[in-house]
């Protein structure tokens, strides 16, 4: 009996987690709108009615873009990970969070630099395209 003792805030933790969502999905059925009219089943994302085929690829730079955000995103992960351990690291984890940065860093700028962040129009991509269509000869 005294192993069960260490479970019941554990039991009484998932009794109120189960009751208050549970009371929440009864509220919000009770509290619905109960009819539905044609304008209300027509599909809306975004701010905008869907036109086309639903299966539309998006371009490459989109997902590219996206993975950058993912990999740059777990690395705050790490640096937060660091700033609240900083103190008990000592001068060994100031050395690797500054190389660990610093190589982050490099990264960011050569991606920058290989263009990697433009996935959209630019001014300066556009007129170079736009007067090697008026001068094909040059």
Same mark, same amino acid.
């Given at each position: 009996?005294?192993?069960?003792t260490?479970?019941? !805030?554990?039991?009484?933790?998932t009794?109120a987690?189960?009751?208050?969502?549970?009371?929440?999905?009864?509220?919000?059925?009770?509290?619905?709108? $109960?009819?539905?009219?044609?304008? $209300?089943?027509? !599909?809306?994302?975004?701010?905008?009615?869907?036109?086309?085929?639903?299966?539309?690829?998006?371009?490459?730079?989109f997902?590219?873009?996206?993975?950058?955000?993912?990999?740059?995103?777990?690395?705050?992960?790490?640096?937060?990970?660091?700033?609240?351990?900083?103190?008990?690291?000592?001068?060994?984890?100031?050395?690797?969070?500054?190389?660990?940065?610093?190589?982050?860093?490099?990264?960011?700028?050569?991606?920058?630099? $290989?263009?990697?962040?433009?996935?959209?129009?630019t001014?300066?991509?556009?007129?170079?395209?736009?007067?090697?269509?008026?001068? !094909?000869?040059?």
């Amino acid at each position: 009996m005294q192993q069960f003792t260490e479970l019941y !805030p554990l039991i009484v933790y998932t009794v109120a987690t189960v009751v208050i969502i549970g009371g929440l999905l009864l509220a919000a059925w009770w509290l619905g709108a $109960k009819s539905t009219n044609r304008n $209300k089943e027509l !599909p809306y994302e975004s701010g905008v009615i869907p036109s086309g085929a639903a299966r539309r690829p998006l371009s490459v730079p989109f997902y590219l873009i996206a993975i950058f955000f993912i990999v740059f995103d777990v690395e705050t992960a790490f640096i937060f990970t660091w700033a609240t351990a900083w103190d008990q690291l000592g001068l060994a984890g100031l050395l690797h969070i500054t190389f660990f940065i610093v190589a982050l860093l490099l990264g960011l700028a050569w991606l920058w630099l $290989k263009g990697g962040l433009e996935w959209g129009p630019t001014a300066g991509r556009n007129a170079d395209f736009s007067q090697s269509l008026r001068h !094909p000869s040059e």
